[in-house]
C-alpha cells in the first residue's frame, strides 16, 4: 500500500516548509515568553497578525477545508491535506498563523456543510477571512460528557426565539478577546428518541446572560491566548434562526464535526511527534555524558529508534483513514478514524516523554516545544472523546466485521 503525494501538494508543502522556516521557527520562544506571561493572559503577541498576513499573501490559508466545500475550499482532498498538517504542526501554535487551527477548522466546516446563506455571510466568512475566532461549547461539568446524549443544557423555544440555561465547561478558545461566536449544543426536544433531543445554536460571545465562572487550567497552563472555559448560561436569548439545521440536529452535527476532524488531529500529533524526534536526534548529538556522545549510548539509540518507528506507524495509518474517507466517504472510514484517535495522541506523549528523559531538565521547561506537545497530547486523550469511548467503538465495528 503506497500513497502518493500529489505535484501540487508537494510544491504547497514546499512552501509551507520554508515559511515555518523563515518566519515560525525563529518566534517559537517569543510566542513562550510572550502568553505565559500573565500579564498577556488571552492576548496574542503584537506580531503575530503580522504572520497571519504574510500567510494569506503566501496563499497558505484556510488548507484544511476539503474539495467539497467549494467555493471556499482550496481544492484538496484529505490525502492531500495530511502532510500540510504534519508541517505546519510542528510548532503547537502555528496552525493558527494559517487559520487552520481548531476549534475554528470544525466550526467553520459545519457552517460550510449545514449553515444556512445568512448564517455563513455573518459567521462563516469572517472566520474564513480569519476576522474573528470562535468555540464549541458541548461538555458540560455535571454529566459524562464522553456521551454526547447526556447533554443537560436547555434551548427553549418562546416565540421567534430561543432561550438557553445551562453549564458548559470545556469550551476551547471561549475567553481570548477574539472569539465571536459560539455554536452551543443543548437538549431542545427531550421527549424525542435519544439521538434526536439536541440542537446546536450559535451564539454571539456577548449576549447577555453568559457568565464566564472561571478559566480552567491544563496542567496549570492556561492555554492563553485562547483558553478553557466555563460558563453558566442564565436566559440566554437568540433568534430562532440560529438555529443549525433544525431542531434535534445536534447529535448529527456533533459527529458530522467531530468525525472527519480526528484524522486532521491525528496529522498534528504526527507533526508534533516528528519535531520531538528531530530534536532529540539533535540533542544526542551535541550533549556528551560520561566521555562520550549520547548518540553513542545504546539506551539511547533504542529510544530514537521506537519512536521512528511509533511514527512511522501512526502516520501510514493517518494517511490510510485519510485515502479511505477521500475513496469510500466518512462512514466507511470510522474505523479508521476511531484507530487514529486512539493511536495517535498516544503516540506523541510516548515520543515527547523519551524526549524528554534525552534532554534532562531543559526537556521539561519552556525552552523547547517538548512539555507542551507531551501535555497536550495527554488531554486530547480525554478531549474530542476519550480513549475507551474510541476503543469500545471500534471493538464492536470489530467483531461486527469479523464474525459472520
Same mark, same amino acid.
Given at each position: ?68 466545500? !467549494? ?56 472566520? =474564513? ?42 469550551? !476551547? ?93 491525528? &496529522?498534528?500529533?504526527?507533526? &508534533? ?101 507531551? !501535555? ?20 464492536? =465495528?470489530?467483531?461486527?466485521? =469479523?464474525?459472520?
Amino acid at each position: 500500500m503506497g500513497f502518493e503525494i500529489s505535484p501540487k501538494t508537494k510544491e504547497l508543502n514546499i512552501r509551507l516548509e520554508a515559511f515555518m522556516q523563515e518566519h515560525i521557527y525563529p518566534r517559537e520562544h517569543d510566542w513562550q515568553e510572550f502568553t505565559l506571561d500573565h500579564n498577556n493572559l488571552w492576548k496574542v503577541p503584537p506580531w503575530f497578525d503580522g504572520l497571519r498576513e504574510k500567510a494569506k499573501a503566501a496563499g497558505l490559508w484556510n488548507l484544511f477545508l476539503p474539495y467539497e466545500y !467549494t467555493p471556499w475550499s482550496p481544492g484538496l482532498t484529505n490525502i492531500e491535506i495530511a502532510p500540510l498538517f504534519e508541517t505546519m504542526s510542528k510548532v503547537t501554535w502555528a496552525q493558527s498563523v494559517f487559520n487552520c487551527n481548531a476549534p475554528d477548522r470544525g466550526n467553520m466546516e459545519v457552517l460550510a456543510k449545514y449553515g444556512t446563506p445568512e448564517q455563513q455571510e455573518k459567521w462563516l466568512l469572517p472566520l =474564513l477571512a480569519g476576522d474573528i475566532r470562535s468555540a464549541y461549547a458541548m461538555t458540560e461539568p455535571q454529566v459524562a460528557s464522553s456521551d454526547a446524549t447526556n447533554m443537560e443544557l436547555e434551548i427553549t423555544r418562546d416565540g421567534d426565539e430561543y432561550v438557553l440555561n445551562g453549564r458548559k465547561w470545556w469550551t !476551547t478558545n471561549a475567553i481570548g478577546e477574539r472569539c465571536k461566536i459560539m455554536l452551543v449544543m443543548g437538549r431542545s426536544n427531550p421527549d424525542a428518541p435519544r439521538h434526536k433531543q439536541h440542537s446546536t445554536v450559535l451564539v454571539p460571545r456577548d449576549t447577555p446572560g453568559i457568565t464566564l465562572i472561571r478559566p480552567l487550567r491544563v496542567f496549570d497552563s492556561f492555554h492563553s491566548p485562547g483558553g478553557e472555559a466555563e460558563f453558566v448560561f442564565e436566559n440566554v436569548r437568540v433568534p430562532v434562526s440560529n438555529m443549525i439545521k433544525g431542531e434535534g440536529c445536534g447529535f448529527e452535527i456533533a459527529q458530522g464535526r467531530l468525525g472527519p476532524g480526528r484524522f486532521q488531529y491525528a &496529522m498534528m500529533f504526527v507533526g &508534533m511527534a516528528q519535531r520531538c524526534l528531530e530534536l532529540m536526534c539533535e540533542r544526542a548529538e551535541q550533549r556528551v555524558a560520561f566521555g562520550e556522545k549520547l548518540s553513542k549510548k545504546t539506551s539511547v539509540q533504542h529510544e530514537i529508534a521506537r519512536s521512528r518507528c511509533d511514527i512511522e506507524q501512526c502516520r501510514l495509518l493517518t494517511l490510510q483513514a485519510a485515502d479511505v474517507m477521500d475513496k469510500q466517504g466518512v462512514k466507511a472510514a470510522m474505523p479508521y478514524i476511531s484507530m487514529v484517535k486512539i493511536v495517535a495522541p498516544k503516540m506523541c506523549q510516548d515520543v515527547a516523554d523519551r524526549a524528554m528523559q534525552i534532554f534532562g531538565g531543559a526537556g521539561v521547561c519552556q525552552d523547547t516545544m517538548i512539555p507542551e506537545a507531551f !501535555t497536550v497530547a495527554r488531554f486530547c486523550r480525554i478531549a474530542d472523546g476519550p480513549d475507551e469511548v474510541h476503543m469500545s467503538q471500534l471493538g464492536k =465495528l470489530t467483531i461486527s466485521d =469479523l464474525v459472520r
